[in-house]
C-alpha cells in the first residue's frame, strides 16, 4: 500500500509569488490534513478536509487556502507569500477522522523557502 | 495556547541506556498520541493511549498517562542509534478533527 504522496518535496519561491502544494493520501482515506511546521512554532494545523469539504481551519490568514478532490487528494495554496511561510508543510491522512482516534499517516513534507 | 509542551527540549544519551521523555497538555483528552520525525522527514505514529489507560506498551516503547495531571510520559527502553529523532505527543479532538502537537523533544542515541 503507497504511503502519502506529497510533490514537491523542495520549494524556493521570492516574496510576493503564489505557491501550491501537493498531496496523495493512502487509498481509501479520505481525511487529510495539513500542518505547518516551523523551529519557533512547532506543528500548527492548518486545515483538514473530508469528502470535499473543509471542516476545520487553523488560525491561519487567508492567503492558506486549500481545496479537496473527489478521489481525496488535496493541495493548498499560499498566496502573496511572505518570508515566514519558509516552513515544512505537512501533508497527513487517515481513514475517517482526522482528529479522533485514528492515527495520522503523514508524507515526507514540502521544505518551502521563502526568499 | 492549546499547544502541549514537552520536556526535556532535547536528551543525549548512550546506546543501551532508556530515555524517558514527558508531555503535558492543556485540554480534557479522547486519546494521546506519540510520533516520530526523523530530521526533516514526516512524523511516523507509534503508540496511542487512550484516556481510560493508564500505562500500554508496544515492543521497547512505555506510554503512561495520568489525566490528573494532564501529563503523559515516553520510555524508550534499551535504546539504539537509530532511535535518534525528535518525539512528539499529540492530543487528538474529534470535535474538531485536528490533532494538537507538543512542542517535541529531540533526542540523540551515541553509537
Known amino acids: 500500500k503507497a504511503g502519502v504522496t506529497q510533490t514537491p518535496r523542495y520549494l524556493i519561491k521570492t516574496r510576493g509569488q503564489q505557491v501550491t502544494l501537493s498531496c496523495s493520501p493512502i487509498s481509501g482515506h479520505r481525511s487529510v490534513s495539513w500542518y505547518q511546521q516551523t523551529p519557533g512554532q512547532g506543528l500548527q494545523f492548518l486545515f483538514e478536509?473530508?469528502?470535499?469539504?473543509?471542516?476545520n481551519k487553523g488560525n491561519f490568514p487567508g492567503r492558506f487556502s486549500g481545496r479537496q478532490f473527489s478521489n481525496s487528494r488535496s493541495e493548498m495554496n499560499v498566496s502573496t507569500l511572505e518570508l515566514g511561510d519558509s516552513a515544512l508543510y505537512l501533508c497527513?491522512?487517515?481513514?475517517?477522522?482526522?482528529?479522533?482516534?485514528?492515527?495520522?499517516?503523514f508524507g515526507s513534507g514540502t521544505q518551502l523557502s521563502v526568499l | 495556547s492549546q499547544q502541549g509542551e514537552e520536556d526535556p527540549q532535547a536528551l543525549s544519551i548512550q546506546e543501551g541506556e532508556n530515555a524517558t521523555m514527558n508531555c503535558s497538555y492543556k485540554t480534557s483528552i479522547n486519546n494521546l498520541q506519540w510520533y516520530r520525525q526523523n530530521s526533516g522527514r514526516g512524523l511516523v505514529h507509534l503508540i496511542l493511549i487512550r484516556s481510560n489507560e493508564r500505562e500500554k506498551h508496544s515492543g521497547r516503547l512505555r506510554v503512561t498517562l495520568d489525566t490528573s495531571k494532564k501529563s503523559s510520559s515516553l520510555l524508550i527502553t534499551a535504546s539504539r542509534a537509530a532511535d535518534t529523532a525528535s518525539y512528539f505527543c499529540a492530543q487528538g479532538d474529534s470535535g474538531t478533527y485536528k490533532y494538537i502537537f507538543g512542542t517535541g523533544t529531540r533526542l540523540k542515541v551515541l553509537a
Open positions: 497527513a491522512s487517515s481513514y475517517e477522522s482526522g482528529g479522533g482516534d485514528e492515527k495520522l499517516f
Open positions: 478536509y473530508f469528502s470535499e469539504t473543509q471542516r
